[in-house]
């Protein structure tokens, strides 16, 4: 795996588990998605793919939603469903962004590996999609059921695409 590769697994890493210490918090998400964004733009640099480029704009895009989620919390601002809101939003816009990654990547890549890549992205975006509906129905129906679901579904995710990027940027050194 090159740089940009790791600094990308690395900043999912610390945009998963992101440690709070009552109000201290160790590896901010909006750090780690500083990182992702450092790994796409030599993504971008290395191969010139459009796509990695869009991925470069969504990372920078979330790293500043959630600083400003960082500094609000911070500041000690309640705002009930304006988390569960911005949570969401994160989410569609994390979705956004591996769908611009995962054509960048398909692009690099020629048959079986190419439609490899088109089924994990489908895999990812209906996962997405079922643990954005568990926060809408937490939304709905106030059940911590429902947030619980899509915390744990949101966390198995994350951690399954970075084990899927990981494979697929192993195969593609192991074919240089």
Known sequence: ??????????????????????????????????IVMIGCKRYYEESRIRSYQGAFVLAMVQMV??????ILINKGVS?????ILVTIGVIMLEMVFFYFLLKGMEKEMEGERRIECQKGLVFYLVAQTIAVCAYLAYLIWYEPTYETLGVFGLIGIRLLM???LYE???????DE
């Open 1 to 34: 795996m090159n740089k940009a590769h790791k600094l990308i697994l690395i900043g999912f890493l610390m945009i998963t588990f992101h440690i709070n210490i009552e109000t201290l918090t160790i590896l901010p998400e909006w750090f780690g998605w500083m």
């Open 162 to 164: 970075m084990l899927y």
């Open 168 to 174: 697929v940027w192993k195969v593609k050194k192991e």
């Open 65 to 70: 939603v959630t600083f400003c989620n960082f």
């Open 79 to 83: 705002y009930g469903n304006y988390s």
